[in-house]
């Protein structure tokens, strides 16, 4: 009984985040809208986006790269049952292990983002949510942004993988960025059928869904 009752009480809690968080979302986003949608968007902006994916193609899976201070995998810990999030520099994974520590779906993972990719993929074995986010500046110790390699591993695999990659207004060939051309050629020489779009600064490649 007691064990039923703390279920009840963690549902209830998971809705009332999940309602406060949705007003909260929609008034910042309806600021920005109102404001002519300024690069970059609000965070509140790609959370709702993410959702809209995940509901869209009914992904209960989400893998970020790039945890910084790990306020996605934070926001959206009530929108997946698994969360794998990975982050290359030591002080951010610390950070982030030990504010997900009593969040059992959240997996807090270190490493060179591509690479650790190639290992958690081994065990994912479903279309899954990705947020490609290791870009934002060149981390010590590597001599190029991971993004080309992240996508390869990614679309290596057997599945049709959602990729949402943000801050696209990054991506001109220069800074050690690639271009979008790039990233949207290379994307099509991987997966010929998928579609690539760049909307609200946030690039969008995914096999379109047939209608039924």
Same mark, same amino acid.
Request: hydrophobic residues 35%; glycine residues 2%.
């Given at each position: 009984? /007691?064990?039923?009752?703390?279920s009840?009480?963690?549902?209830i809690?998971?809705?009332?985040? =999940?309602?406060?968080? /949705?007003? =909260?979302?929609?008034?910042?986003? !309806?600021?920005?809208?109102?404001?002519?949608?300024?690069?970059?968007p609000?965070?509140?902006?790609?959370?709702e986006?993410?959702?809209?994916y995940? +509901?869209?193609?009914?992904?209960?899976?989400?893998?970020?790269? $790039? &945890?910084?201070l $790990?306020k996605m995998p934070?926001e +959206?810990?009530?929108?997946?049952?698994? %969360?794998?999030? %990975?982050?290359?520099?030591?002080?951010?994974?610390?950070?982030?292990?030990?504010?997900? =520590?009593?969040?059992? =779906?959240?997996?807090t993972?270190?490493?060179?983002?591509s690479?650790?990719l &190639?290992?958690?993929l081994k065990?994912?074995?479903?279309?899954? +949510?990705?947020?490609?986010?290791?870009?934002?500046?060149?981390?010590? $110790?590597?001599?190029?942004?991971?993004?080309? /390699?992240?996508i390869? &591993?990614?679309? !290596? &695999?057997d599945?049709?993988h959602?990729?949402?990659?943000?801050?696209?207004?990054?991506?001109?060939?220069q800074n050690?960025?690639?271009?979008?051309?790039e990233i949207?050629?290379?994307?099509?020489? +991987?997966?010929?059928?998928?579609?690539?779009?760049?909307?609200?600064?946030i690039?969008r490649?995914f096999e379109?869904?047939?209608?039924?």
């Amino acid at each position: 009984m /007691k064990k039923y009752l703390e279920s009840i009480i963690e549902k209830i809690k998971k809705r009332y985040r =999940h309602f406060r968080q /949705k007003m =909260h979302n929609q008034a910042t986003i !309806n600021k920005w809208s109102k404001a002519g949608h300024p690069y970059p968007p609000p965070h509140e902006y790609k959370q709702e986006t993410l959702k809209k994916y995940a +509901l869209a193609y009914d992904f209960d899976t989400f893998i970020e790269t $790039g &945890t910084d201070l $790990g306020k996605m995998p934070w926001e +959206l810990q009530d929108d997946f049952k698994n %969360i794998y999030t %990975i982050e290359l520099n030591i002080d951010k994974y610390l950070n982030a292990k030990e504010r997900f =520590h009593f969040i059992d =779906h959240i997996d807090t993972i270190k490493g060179e983002s591509s690479e650790q990719l &190639t290992l958690l993929l081994k065990s994912i074995r479903f279309p899954t +949510l990705f947020w490609l986010d290791t870009h934002d500046h060149l981390e010590k $110790g590597l001599s190029e942004f991971s993004i080309m /390699k992240e996508i390869k &591993t990614i679309l !290596n &695999t057997d599945y049709n993988h959602v990729l949402l990659i943000p801050d696209a207004r990054l991506f001109t060939g220069q800074n050690d960025y690639p271009s979008l051309i790039e990233i949207r050629n290379y994307i099509s020489e +991987l997966r010929p059928s998928y579609h690539f779009e760049v909307e609200n600064d946030i690039i969008r490649s995914f096999e379109e869904k047939s209608e039924k």
